[in-house]
């Protein structure tokens, strides 16, 4: 069964401080890895697409990388309106093509 | 904005009560996305549609069923509602279109579903 997982549940850092949400999954063929950031009560802001192992996107402060295995989404020196729960998910390479979503990491990030 | 509307945006209703929910898609999508997100809960995959006919089912109760119509738009139907089905309801497109084609969601704003 496809899966997902996100590591930590919740990260608090400094403002300027770097650091790496991790996604790992378990899918049965990859058709699809996605980033979304959701802020409270809003729908899911897309983020990134990675199809491919090795393959990696960036975008202002964020970067997303790839692996067989896992996802990293990397934030350089954030800032406090980074502040939100980063959401990972995966599509299966079938005809049933559903999204599948982890349980999201909780970034806070103090002034 | 992403494109994706849903209305209500906010609906309050008695345990026992139907309800439908609204989604249409951005432009040119062919696929539509329910979820279901509780309080501090990650998304639930109810159910997806492709081109007007049901392509995938999550853990979607026997209460709830959803159709996509010809202009694409899409209904989520909730039944014999309880408390525990109070959530934000979220719908997603995508183009869909086949291999090696973007095939990202984009989400609306949601419909948040509070029974009482």
């Known amino acids: 069964e496809d899966q997902v997982t996100q590591s930590p549940e919740a990260l608090r850092l400094q403002e300027g401080e770097s650091s790496s949400l991790n996604c790992s999954y378990t899918?049965?063929?990859?058709?699809?890895l996605f980033w979304y950031r959701q802020d409270p009560g809003k729908g899911p802001e897309f983020l990134f697409t990675?199809?491919?192992a090795g393959e990696e996107k960036e975008k202002e402060r964020l970067k997303a990388t790839l692996t067989k295995k896992e996802s990293f989404l990397h934030i350089t020196a954030p800032k406090p309106e980074d502040s939100a729960t980063y959401l990972c998910?995966?599509?299966?390479?079938?005809?049933?093509?559903?999204?599948?979503f982890g349980s999201g990491t909780r970034l806070s990030i103090r002034p | 904005d992403s494109g994706v509307t849903q209305t209500p945006k906010h609906l309050i209703t008695a345990t026992g009560q139907r309800v439908t929910l609204r989604c249409s898609p951005r432009?040119?999508?062919?696929?539509v996305y329910w979820y279901q997100q509780s309080l501090d809960q990650g998304l639930q995959f109810l159910i997806q549609?492709?081109?007007?006919?049901?392509?995938a089912k999550g853990n979607i109760l026997e209460r709830f069923s959803a159709q996509q119509f010809p202009d694409l738009h899409s209904e989520l139907n909730l039944s014999s509602l309880e408390l525990g089905d109070s959530a934000l309801y979220f719908c997603?497109?995508?183009?869909?279109?086949?291999?090696?084609?973007?095939?990202?969601?984009?989400f609306g704003q949601g419909t948040r579903l509070t029974v009482v």
């Open positions: 899918v049965s063929g990859l058709r699809g």
């Open positions: 549609y492709y081109n007007g006919e049901e392509r």
């Open positions: 990675l199809y491919s």
């Open positions: 432009s040119g999508d062919l696929s």
């Open positions: 997603a497109s995508s183009p869909d279109l086949g291999q090696d084609v973007n095939t990202e969601a984009f």
């Open positions: 998910a995966v599509q299966a390479n079938s005809s049933a093509s559903k999204i599948i």
